[in-house]
């Protein structure tokens, strides 16, 4: 008897640790463009670029094909600055919000980018820590690029499958 109960309490231990079976999860990916920014600065003392400059943001997204997709918000924080070899470079802690027509994807991390830029017109990735609505639970990864103009942001979204 003690034998089979030790069993039963393993089996369902390792089921909840583990999880009984396998997991499952909806993958969605979203190509989306970040067109007419507005953004306010907020320069911490001393004057200049430098760590606990604000920047906040917002604009509108809009699928490839020029559809309207809902808007983006966004705050990021000056964290570190460095000028090695010559290339100064700022290290700043970003946390945006895409604000869709079913739900809300919600993104953080730290980026480097060179002063004055809102993100760099090379490849950037940041986490999804989660969503509302149609992504609530989301996880995955964001890539951002700057180009003419343009932030054209890819979500790699995947959320539970209930």
Same mark, same amino acid.
């Given at each position: 008897?003690?034998? *089979? !109960?030790? @069993? %039963?309490?393993?089996?369902?231990?390792?089921?909840?640790?583990?999880?009984?079976?396998? @997991?499952?999860?909806?993958?969605?990916? #979203?190509?989306?463009? #970040? !067109?007419?920014?507005?953004? +306010?600065? *907020?320069?911490?003392?001393?004057?200049?670029?430098?760590?606990?400059?604000? *920047?906040? /943001? @917002?604009?509108?997204?809009?699928?490839?094909?020029?559809?309207?997709?809902?808007?983006?918000?966004?705050?990021?924080? %000056?964290?570190?600055?460095?000028?090695?070899?010559?290339?100064?470079?700022?290290? !700043? #802690?970003?946390?945006?919000? /895409?604000? #869709?027509?079913?739900?809300? +994807? %919600?993104?953080?991390?730290?980026?480097?980018?060179?002063?004055?830029?809102?993100?760099?017109?090379?490849?950037?990735?940041?986490?999804?820590?989660?969503?509302?609505?149609?992504?609530?639970?989301?996880?995955? &990864?964001?890539? &951002?690029?700057?180009?003419?103009? +343009?932030? !054209? @942001?890819? %979500?790699?979204?995947?959320?539970?499958?209930?």
């Amino acid at each position: 008897m003690t034998t *089979r !109960r030790t @069993s %039963l309490v393993l089996a369902a231990t390792a089921c909840v640790i583990g999880g009984c079976g396998e @997991s499952e999860s909806d993958s969605t990916t #979203l190509t989306l463009d #970040l !067109r007419g920014i507005t953004s +306010v600065t *907020r320069d911490a003392p001393p004057k200049g670029s430098s760590a606990g400059d604000a *920047r906040s /943001f @917002s604009g509108a997204l809009v699928t490839t094909d020029g559809k309207p997709a809902g808007r983006l918000h966004g705050a990021n924080t %000056l964290t570190y600055k460095d000028a090695a070899n010559g290339k100064p470079t700022e290290y !700043r #802690l970003a946390t945006v919000e /895409f604000t #869709l027509n079913d739900g809300s +994807v %919600l993104v953080s991390g730290i980026y480097p980018t060179r002063p004055g830029e809102l993100v760099p017109n090379k490849d950037i990735k940041r986490a999804i820590v989660g969503g509302t609505g149609k992504y609530e639970g989301a996880g995955g &990864q964001v890539s &951002q690029t700057a180009k003419g103009g +343009v932030v !054209r @942001s890819v %979500l790699e979204i995947e959320t539970p499958n209930d």
